[in-house]
């Protein structure tokens, strides 16, 4: 294995675990409300503080991209971190959620981990290397139509001013497909994808550090990813379709009336 993908392993299982613990205090926990319908909890902080701390004890030149702590200075390696993705869920008990870790260097994705602490799911990926659950090689699926498709997305809670456009776009996916799935946690759907449990998926409006694990991911898994332009600017748009070759494009060709007004 990847020696940094061997640190990424230990740090998201470890975060994994302080989830699992607290998992059944929910009630308890101090809750902030960071914007609207955003959310973040002792367990967030502590999950990414432990990511943090083990990664810097290997490599403690690297910086870092966190959703809580924001940005930590350092050289031409930045791990990207997202310590908990679907924290509303974990605070409803709904289980889909997910620690999400992935390493750029010189700004360009080298390495992913997303793991699933509730069902011991552990996604890795490195440049080059393929896309793995556990000891299982991942493919996306060959599916090479919009009918009979799965297709996984995310509403745009936080940005409601683009919700009028995700509709019409929404409409025209679920007319096609055998079925749209909003499960509430990028990452996740990102492996989902990888793993061939989703044919495709898109979004408006994804944070950094919700998707630079799973688009590896994917991308490993023989997957491609673009934003609403047909082109790889998704990590700092936020606007994101992946899927095989073919699905992707379908899904583009699907939305692309819709676009203009969602990047209003």
């Known amino acids: 294995m990847h020696p940094m ?86 605070l409803h008990g709904f289980p889909q959620y997910a620690v999400s870790i992935a390493l750029k260097i010189k700004g360009k994705l080298e390495v992913a981990v997303i793991y699933d602490p509730l069902r011991d799911e552990l996604f890795t990926a490195s440049k080059g290397g393929g896309a793995m659950l556990n000891n299982r090689r991942l493919r996306v699926t060959p599916q090479n139509s919009l009918k009979g498709a799965l297709i996984g997305t995310g509403f745009p809670f936080k940005k409601q001013q683009h919700l009028d456009a995700y509709l019409k776009m929404f409409r025209v996916i679920c007319a096609d497909s055998a079925g749209i799935r909003r499960a509430g946690a990028a990452a996740l759907d990102l492996a989902y994808v990888a793993a061939g449990r989703l044919d495709g998926f898109w979004e408006i409006g994804l944070q950094e550090w919700d998707m630079a694990a799973g688009i590896l991911l994917v991308q490993e898994a023989g997957g491609v990813a673009t934003d609403f332009s047909f082109n790889d600017n998704y990590l700092e748009s936020g606007n994101l379709i992946v899927g095989n070759p073919k699905m992707q494009q379908l899904i583009y060709q699907a939305i692309q009336p819709y676009v203009n007004d969602a990047l209003k």
Not at 40 to 67: C, Q, S, Y
């Open 5 to 90: 993908l061997t640190i990424a392993v230990r740090a998201a299982r470890s975060a994994g675990d302080i989830i699992l613990r607290s998992a059944d205090s929910i009630d308890r926990l101090h809750i902030d409300q960071k914007s609207k319908n955003d959310f973040a909890t002792e367990v967030d902080r502590a999950a990414e503080h432990d990511i943090i701390k083990i990664i810097r004890a290997a490599f403690p030149e690297h910086g870092f991209l966190a959703e809580e702590s924001g940005t930590h200075t350092g050289n031409d390696f930045i791990w990207v971190i997202d310590p908990l993705d679907g924290t509303t869920n974990f």
